[in-house]
């Protein structure tokens, strides 16, 4: 009689056992690859840094998810046995990073003309202005449909500041500098267009710190 109650309760306790060990788990990083049987994630400050997991049909994937460079949550099962990869039941993923790639231009009849292409990891590819306005990288902000543009504004000397320069280097006057470079940021807002544009409705408002707004629409609209 001892024996048959001792039983159930190893099995039991056995459950719970391998009920703790089944527990998933999560880990946040950047998708450096994706394919459909795998994801890679770059996790800064953890060793190791990148992780891989696999993923199958049973995978639950937001829209934003298979987008390179993006930010991600993985929720997954640890590998059963040594050689294997853990397996991604989930993966959640920041919605705005693929809303907001892609290629920007401004209407033709706007003073200041830009395009730009919005690619992944941060990168900027940039057609207009080809001067003054360089836009260099972009990130995520948190708050969704918004990130932040990085980039250098280029500016010519003021005539009384090149005369000054000019008297301060009468021997360098070749080696003067001819414009005047500063590093900028400003928020770029994804929004309803509200000016009536019936054939694209979405507008990227840039806004400066010094409160310039550009609205800049999809390319291909």
């Not at 840094?49 to 640890?78: H, W």
């Not at 003054?132 to 990130?147: A, D, K, P, R, Y």
């Not at 990085?150 to 000054?164: A, I, Q, V």
Request: charged share 25%; proline share 5%.
């Amino acid at each position: 009689m001892k024996i048959r109650t001792l039983i159930p309760i190893i099995a039991c306790l056995l459950c719970v056992a391998c009920g703790k060990q089944a527990e998933p788990r999560y880990i946040a990083g950047y998708i450096t690859e994706i394919s459909d049987s795998q994801i890679v994630l770059e996790v800064p400050d953890s060793t190791p840094s990148q992780r891989l997991f696999a993923i199958d049909n049973n995978t639950s994937c937001d829209e934003g998810a298979y987008c390179e460079g993006n930010i991600a949550e993985v929720t997954y099962m640890p590998a059963d046995e040594q050689g294997l990869l853990p397996q991604a039941i989930s993966i959640t993923s920041d919605m705005t990073y693929p809303r907001m790639q892609g290629r920007w231009q401004t209407d033709k009849d706007d003073k200041l003309q830009i395009d730009i292409i919005l690619q992944p990891f941060g990168k900027v590819a940039q057609v207009l202005p080809t001067d003054i306005l360089q836009f260099n990288s972009w990130q995520l902000t948190g708050v969704e449909n918004e990130v932040t543009l990085h980039g250098t504004l280029s500016l010519p000397l003021s005539k009384e500041r090149s005369k000054n320069k000019e008297k301060e280097n009468k021997e360098k006057i070749d080696t003067l500098p001819s414009r005047h470079t500063m590093h900028f940021s400003a928020v770029a807002r994804l929004a309803d267009d509200d000016e009536g544009n019936t054939e694209q409705h979405k507008v990227l408002i840039i806004t400066t710190d010094k409160g310039r707004k550009s609205k800049l629409y999809p390319a291909e609209r």
